[in-house]
């Protein structure tokens, strides 16, 4: 406790550090404001019963900062622009220019980059825009709007979501850690209260076994995600002994760390997405004049709407697209041959195609552990729904996981930041 008191000591003692956390709160604060700030012509009642039934929604509302369960001008978040990143980052796949742009010309080509997906973000907000909307009025949430009115909306819910996406540029710069991350952390944090108020209201004495069930499976998957999301493997790495004018260079060990949870949150979002599109399509062919049409998709809406159904293809596309993912975004001939160019290899591996396949066997066994663990977190919350039949008990799977890699990779930074200062 000493230690963390001497911590925060040192942290708010050294003025450029101190400036650079309230620069990051204020402007969180400024982000909490305009999640609170809604459209007009809101059917409170009717948006609450349509999230509490949606799974992906709620999801949404995650990246959204909380602006989406109030339909603030702020309703998309920063959601276009982490769809944009992975649109991006599966574009390297099949562009080299991409490729080497983001993973070889060094900080200039990844602000290059990252200024491509800015520029996609825009197209995309209009598209998650014009859906959302047309999807609230279906449900009667939002009223009928004139061609002129649904434009309006459009424009202050695009530039709401871009103005997050430069507050959180502005934290990466000016502050500390992801700035998008802490919008997303913020949003995630704001909604704690009225969680923990709603089981208070709620609270049935009767129910107390397993309100305290519910409490050690949030401490064992707290405790899971911090172990997953630190855990690593370790390839032993040695650099060959080099002789230049007459001194000796190289011989060094080292390691390479492959991390257990390579794909981080990003297969859960593709499953989530994969999931809606059925959906949408079959409640509007469910409201056509053709019958047979109408009762197929009534059919598939039931499969849908089978939460036991619902969640196993939920957990397998977790787990594909976690695979799929990592060898977008890892690539073992790419590490083989960096290894090779600077003279370094794994000790009882030959260097080249051996070291690739080497290193993509570890992997692969890797990847198998990290998707699973995501697919248990991303379904937690749906068994827990079924099993106790208390909306207010199920465990943010998702939530839970952005807010402690969050948290851990603050730390980092500002112990970082200490240690810069320290020397």
Known sequence: MSKFFEKL???????????????????LAIARVFAVIPIPGIDVMRLQSLFSGSEF???????????????????????????????MQL???????????????????RKRFTQYSRLLTVPLAFIQGYAFIKLLQGQAVLPQLAFGDLIVVLFVIVAGSMLLVWLGDLITEFGIGNGVSLIIFAGIVATLPG???????????????????GLVVALLVTFGVVVVTEAERPIPITYA??????????????????????AGVIPIIFALSI????????????????????????????????????????????????YFYTAVTFDPDNIST???????????????????????????????????????????????????????LAIGGTALLIVVSVVIDLIKKVDAQISVREY
């Open 338 to 392: 960096n290894l090779q160019k600077s003279g370094a290899f794994i000790p009882g591996v030959r260097p080249g195609v051996t070291t690739a396949d080497y290193i993509s066997r570890i992997l692969t066994r890797l990847t198998l552990v990290g998707a699973l663990f995501l697919g248990i977190i991303a379904v937690l919350p749906l068994i827990l729904r079924s099993l106790t039949g208390i909306q207010a």
């Open 57 to 87: 929604l709620n999801l949404l509302n995650i990246f959204s900062g909380g602006g989406l369960s109030n339909l603030s001008i702020v309703m998309l978040g920063v959601g276009p622009f982490i769809t944009a990143s992975i649109i």
């Open 195 to 213: 969680m923990v108020s709603q089981l208070i209201f709620t609270f049935d004495p009767s129910q107390l076994p397993v309100y305290l069930a």
């Open 91 to 109: 574009m390297t796949v099949m562009s080299p220019k991409l490729k080497a742009l983001h993973q070889e010309e060094g900080e200039a080509g």
């Open 9 to 27: 000591r040192m942290i708010f003692g050294d003025p450029s550090l101190r400036k650079r956390i309230f620069f990051v709160l204020g402007i």
């Open 241 to 262: 002994k080099q002789v230049r004018g007459g001194r000796t260079y190289g011989g060094v060990s080292t390691y390479l760390p492959l991390r257990v949870n390579q």
């Open 275 to 322: 999931l809606l599109f059925p959906q949408m399509i079959f409640e509007f062919l469910s409201q056509s004049s053709i019958a047979s049409v109408s009762s197929v998709a009534s059919f598939f809406l039931g499969l849908i709407a089978n939460t036991w159904i619902y969640t196993s293809v939920y957990f397998v596309l977790v787990v594909l697209f976690t």
